[in-house]
Structures are given as structure tokens and as C-alpha cells.
């Protein structure tokens, strides 16, 4: 299907969707989720043809970690669409209602956004996840998925469609452009007659193409250069546990922690007993010299390395002398995603969530959380590292805009 037939399409079953009711768009949701499960065998078989195609291209582990489905990542795409389903609608609420003085009662509702384009890398998932959202707001959703996971999510959509029909409900409201050379991606960047919003979800340079050559609005997703700081009144086993979890868990996400700032007052403490627990997972240190002369065993960290988001077994390490120190620096150097501090000091808690610039800043927990499902969003279109519009794991709200309604009984302007 050639694109610009892909827009119309979408174009015309946006208006459909928008009429949609709850009932309807659940009872497809539910029955997009049991078709993955039935299509579980389906899915995995192209998923193994996109493994073995990146593992001929030395496709880092990280990224082959974000590419690759199993059961379990089979069965929380459909528990995701599930749990949109029973989220509440947010369209058709009436948000505000005001009384004027003439008569008038002027009142803003929630609609949805249209058509929202979305431009993606190897994460199969996000498929899933981002028709469950787009259908649940009554949205149109074209995806343009990269080519090292093209097989995998054509099985995907050709799954979600099934349960549509199933339902009664519009098949074109998920479209996947199948075409994926950068030409077609940069055409889809110019569809304004078609396209309402972009969404690019990636790396950086990805992100940046769409930001720097799209003509259609675009909602930026960021890179995750994530922090942890290790404050002077932190309980040791806590930090390393939460900076264990949210350096090893998954690699390849963007909230996984990159880069890691600790007090001086308690590096001569810390450092071995992190050095002893990372080795566990083979994850190489990148320190400055004050950590270097603790533990020699650290390499060099170079001026790249603070800013990095490296997607694999590597952390920065950063040693600060106060939390002004450790704010400055995260500030500096982070992508606007995920924050957190390790303290005991309430004090330290209040003002590094004050005033850390990020779309989500923690105390005491792992970075990984920065997740539409572990928000209780049922899934996410991505996370937003903007300030309009929408910021850090979005949602249904996130999906919608608002209009005036009007109530008049006859007023007249003089």
C-alpha cells in the first residue's frame, strides 16, 4: 500500500473512531489482546527471523535485547491492552463548564488528537502499546517501524486487525507502513494533510532527524541518560541494590541508569561494595580519578562518558562533594527522563525532586519505573522529555486535546 493511500486511510477512519463509544473501543481492545495470544506461535516465528537478520548485522546486545519477544513479553502486550480496557475513557469528558454574564455557558470537552504517526526502532512491543492507547482515544495510528523489526510487526498488526474484525470494529484503525526506507520515513514527516501529531520513539539521532525535518507537529520522546545519586546518608545496601536493578535489569531500555554520582564522604565505603556487586553482571565502571584512586580496578572516564547513553554493561561514575555538586551536574548532563537520589535526608529528598529538570525524579527507587504500565497507564506511547504538552510516560490524557462547546439561547455579539 503506497503511503499517501495510507494517510487517506487513516484520514477517514479517524472520524469514525472519534464516534466510537467505550463499549465498542474496549471490546476491541480485548479481543486485539486474545489474538496475540493466539498469535503467539505466528509472532515469535518473525520475531526469530529479525534476531537472527540483526545478529548477521552485529546488532549490539542491547538493542537485540529491545528486539526480541518470548512469552512472557507476548503475554504483557495483551495484559497491556487489557488494562486499557478497563481504564476510564477520557473522551467525551467535559473538563470545565463557566457561566458568562450574557448568558453563555462555555465549557471545554475531551477529543481526540486525529492521526498520530509513529516512528520507531527494533521494539516490537511498541506496537502493541501504542495501537492499545491510540484506539482507546479514538485515534488513528500509522506506524512506521524500523526495518530490523519488520517482521515481527507485521505479524503483530496482522494479529491486532484480526481481533478487530473480530469485534466489529475498523481494521485501518492500526496501519503499518511496511515500507522502510528513509525516504518514505521522511514523506511521512510531511503529511500534514493526513497527519495530526509524530511521535518519534529511538536514539538520538533518530529524534533528532524527526525534530530538525518534520513539518507535522511532533511530541519528543528522549534519550535516557539516567542518574543516580548515592547522597552521604544513604543506606548502602539500599543504593546497591535499586543501582543494581536499574543498571542490569534490562540494558537496552531508556530508563535503565547510565550514570552514577556518590558523595565523598562515603566513595571509600561504597565503591568496593559497588565494584564487587556490578562485577556480578560484568559492568564496567567508568570513574573520574577520585574514584579511580579507590578503586584502581575502574577505567578512565572521559568527558563523552558523562552524557553518554551507552544501552549496555557500562556505567559513569561521578564522585561530588556536596548535593549542590550532584545536582549541577545531573542538570548538566541528563536527557530530561529519570532522576533518582538515595538518601535518608528528607531535606536532600525535597530539594533534589525540586530542583532536578526531569521528566521523573525519584527517591529511593529505581529509574526503571519511568513506565506507562508500571504507572498504572496500561502501556505508554513513549516517554515524553518535552515540556508542552505532554511530559514523561504518556498516556491516555496525553492522546487528546480539548474543544470549546458552546451552550447558547439565542445571544447575539453587539
Known amino acids: 500500500m503506497e503511503l499517501m493511500e495510507i494517510g487517506k486511510r487513516a484520514k477517514e477512519v479517524s472520524h469514525l473512531l472519534n464516534k466510537m463509544g467505550t463499549a465498542q473501543k474496549n471490546n476491541g481492545l480485548l479481543k486485539a489482546a486474545q489474538a496475540l495470544l493466539d498469535g503467539e506461535k505466528e509472532i515469535l516465528e518473525a520475531n526469530s527471523q529479525d534476531i537472527k537478520k540483526a545478529q548477521e548485522n552485529g546488532m549490539s546486545q542491547g538493542l537485540i535485547d529491545r528486539l526480541a519477544l518470548n512469552e512472557k513479553r507476548i503475554a504483557a502486550m495483551a495484559e497491556g491492552l487489557t488494562q486499557i480496557a478497563g481504564l476510564e475513557d477520557p473522551i467525551g469528558e467535559v473538563v470545565s463548564m463557566k457561566r458568562r454574564p450574557n448568558g453563555l455557558e ?31 482515544t479514538g485515534n488513528a495510528v500509522i506506524l512506521k517501524g524500523g526495518s530490523d523489526a519488520l517482521q515481527s510487526n507485521i505479524a503483530i498488526v496482522s494479529c491486532i486487525r484480526k481481533g478487530l474484525k473480530e469485534a466489529g470494529a475498523p481494521e485501518d484503525a492500526i496501519l503499518l507502513i511496511t515500507d522502510t526506507s528513509r525516504e518514505t520515513t521522511k514523506q511521512l514527516m510531511k503529511m500534514n494533510q493526513y497527519v495530526d501529531v509524530l511521535i518519534p520513539r529511538g536514539g538520538a539521532g533518530l529524534i ?3 525534530v530538525e525535518n518534520s513539518t507535522v507537529p511532533v511530541i519528543e520522546t528522549g534519550t535516557g541518560n539516567c542518574h543516580i545519586f548515592v547522597d552521604e546518608s544513604a543506606d548502602l545496601d539500599m543504593a546497591l541494590n535499586i543501582i543494581f536493578n536499574a543498571k542490569t535489569q534490562r540494558i537496552g531500555v531508556c530508563n535503565a541508569c547510565e550514570s552514577l554520582v556518590v558523595h565523598r564522604n562515603i566513595a571509600e565505603t561504597f565503591l568496593p561494595k559497588l565494584e564487587e556487586r556490578l562485577s556480578e553482571k560484568q559492568v564496567e565502571i567508568r570513574s573520574d580519578e577520585a574514584g579511580r584512586a579507590i578503586v584502581p580496578e575502574f577505567v578512565p572516564a572521559a568527558e563523552e562518558d558523562w552524557g553518554k547513553e551507552y544501552l549496555d554493561y557500562i556505567l559513569s561514575l561521578k564522585i561530588v562533594d556536596s548535593l549542590d555538586e550532584a545536582i549541577s551536574h545531573i542538570n548538566r548532563y541528563n536527557t530530561g527522563h529519570s532522576e533518582a537520589i538515595i538518601t535518608r535526608s528528607y531535606e536532600n529528598a525535597q530539594r533534589f525532586l525540586n530542583e532536578i529538570d526531569a521528566a521523573a525524579v525519584y527517591v529511593n527507587a529505581s529509574t526503571r519505573f519511568t513506565d506507562g504500565f508500571e504507572f498504572g497507564f496500561g502501556a505508554e506511547i513513549g516517554i515524553s522529555t518535552q515540556k508542552l504538552h505532554a511530559r514523561g510516560p504518556m498516556g491516555l490524557l496525553e492522546l487528546t486535546s480539548t474543544k470549546y462547546i458552546i451552550y447558547g439561547n439565542g445571544q447575539i455579539r453587539e
Not at 110 to 131: K, M, Q
Open 208 to 210: 533528532r532527524t524527526v
Open 106 to 136: 462555555i465549557g471545554k470537552k475531551r477529543v481526540p488528537l486525529g492521526v498520530i504517526g509513529i516512528i520507531y526502532e527494533a521494539r516490537p512491543n511498541v506496537t502493541a502499546d501504542a495501537f492499545g492507547l491510540c484506539f482507546k
